[in-house]
């Protein structure tokens, strides 16, 4: 499925979520339900189980990773500087959950800014 050939009017909207077999975990829908995982998230790690639960991320119980309730992405090691719902659409542009909460001119413009960062190494250049 390629997203860029849908628009977020609402019966694309509903066509995505009704051909897709999501939510991977449907008792974590709420974000009250994702939010309660993370009482055993350990304080100092530099994530906030807000801002995970909000997009879409329950805690594992393991270190810091994280899945999302709706596509199953699994994410870990996570940096200050990761914002959640940015690094969920990086990952998983196709989850039908990020899609509806940020809508696809969101997820186009983090997927075109981590092709524009993405390092490429050039292996014919010689070195000086």
Same mark, same amino acid.
């Given at each position: 499925?390629?997203?860029?050939? @849908? $628009?977020?009017? @609402?019966? $694309?909207l509903v066509y995505? #979520?009704?051909?897709n077999s999501?939510?991977?975990?449907s008792? @974590?829908t709420t974000?009250? $339900?994702?939010? &309660? /995982?993370?009482?055993s998230?350990?304080? /100092?790690?530099?994530?906030n189980k807000?801002s995970?639960s909000?997009? %879409? @991320?329950?805690y $594992?119980?393991t270190?810091d990773?994280?899945?999302c309730f709706?596509? %199953?992405? #699994?994410? *870990?090691?996570?940096t200050k500087?990761?914002?959640? =719902?940015?690094?969920?659409?990086?990952?998983n542009?196709k989850?039908?959950?990020?899609?509806?909460c940020?809508?696809?001119e =969101?997820i186009e413009?983090v997927?075109?800014?981590?092709? &524009?960062s993405?390092h490429?190494?050039d292996c014919? *250049?010689s070195k000086s």
């Amino acid at each position: 499925m390629n997203l860029q050939k @849908f $628009s977020n009017d @609402f019966p $694309s909207l509903v066509y995505l #979520v009704r051909n897709n077999s999501y939510p991977v975990h449907s008792d @974590f829908t709420t974000f009250l $339900s994702r939010l &309660k /995982t993370y009482n055993s998230f350990p304080p /100092t790690l530099c994530q906030n189980k807000y801002s995970l639960s909000e997009a %879409g @991320f329950k805690y $594992s119980g393991t270190a810091d990773i994280v899945e999302c309730f709706c596509c %199953g992405l #699994v994410l *870990q090691k996570w940096t200050k500087d990761d914002i959640p =719902f940015v690094e969920h659409a990086k990952w998983n542009p196709k989850c039908i959950f990020v899609l509806l909460c940020k809508g696809n001119e =969101f997820i186009e413009n983090v997927k075109n800014e981590y092709v &524009k960062s993405a390092h490429v190494c050039d292996c014919n *250049q010689s070195k000086s």
